[in-house]
Each structure stands twice: as C-alpha cells, then as structure tokens.
C-alpha cells in the first residue's frame, strides 16, 4: 500500500501514526458510522481516505479530530478484528485473536490443530503477532461461525 513512513507526523484522533494502508474508522457522533475506511495518501498536512460508502474525502488534522478518526487493525476484506474471533490464514489455518491493538494483532494457533508452526520454528502452536502489512501478506481474515458467508458452521451430534 505505498511506501510510506510514519514519520510523517500524521497522527490519528487519539495520537496513534497513520500510514498508507491502515484501516481507521470514525468513533464519534461526528463521523458516520459505516465500515472501516483506508489510509490512501499521506499528504504534509492532511490524510486521504477512501471510505466504502461515501469515497475517498481528504481530512485536515481538525476533521480527524472532529470525526475522532482511529487507527485499527483490519483483516484482508477490511472487517475490525475483535478479542476471540476466529482468523484463518490463506492456507485454511485457523487461529484465535488474544491479544489486539492499533498497531498490531495476536493470533494464538496453540489450539487450532497439530504441528502447526506460528513462525518460531517449534512446529506446536503458539502465538504470533501480526502488522497490518503481515495481515495483507498472509492473508488474513476473520472465520467466526456466523461471521459473513464463513465456512465454520456451528454442528449438533444426532
């Protein structure tokens, strides 16, 4: 999504650093609530975004305040990560999310199956934390049962 750095001085509503690529969403009466939007452009002193519903609108440091404009991490079709969900990557390997942040998620793979490697090299599980550009790369997206066409289902013995 670009190549650019955070030290651009641009910093979301609540003092985090934008980047192109990072997903942000609005968290006061202000600004719509809708689906997450994108960091599009870095520009000196204002921020593009694109939005699903309304387009892409240029924001002033002041609208991102206004709008309470925030930082978060999303997965590979643009839906916030939450504590418990079930991620897959784009492999079929499932894992759950423990730990979250605006800056990163932790997926923890310990239950998940056998023998997978998380990318400490012990093959058996354990957790791993995950930009939001590892989140582009490996493909990342939220599984729950229930959660938007995905393939878990939730099953009963007869």
């Keep these: 999504m670009g190549g650019s750095f955070s030290c651009s001085g641009v910093r979301d509503a609540y003092g985090g650093y934008l980047e192109e690529g990072d997903y942000v969403e609005c968290t006061t009466t202000g600004g719509a609530k809708q689906s997450l939007g994108r960091v599009k452009y870095i520009h000196e002193d204002r921020v593009t975004f ?35 969900q079930i991620v897959e ?34 093959g058996g599980g354990g957790t791993r934390s995950y930009s939001q550009r590892d989140v582009e790369a490996y493909g990342l997206r939220i599984a729950s049962a229930g959660f938007r066409g995905s393939r878990r289902q939730c099953t009963t013995c007869a």
């Design 50 to 84: 694109q939005w699903p519903l309304f387009g892409t609108y240029t924001y002033t440091d002041s609208d991102i305040r206004y709008y309470g404009v925030s930082k978060v991490m999303g997965d590979r079709d643009g839906y916030k990560f939450k504590m418990d």
């Design 89 to 122: 990557l784009l492999d079929g390997t499932e894992a759950w999310v423990s730990l979250y942040s605006p800056q990163s998620v932790t997926l923890n793979f310990s239950q998940m199956g056998e023998g997978y490697d998380a990318g400490g090299g012990s």
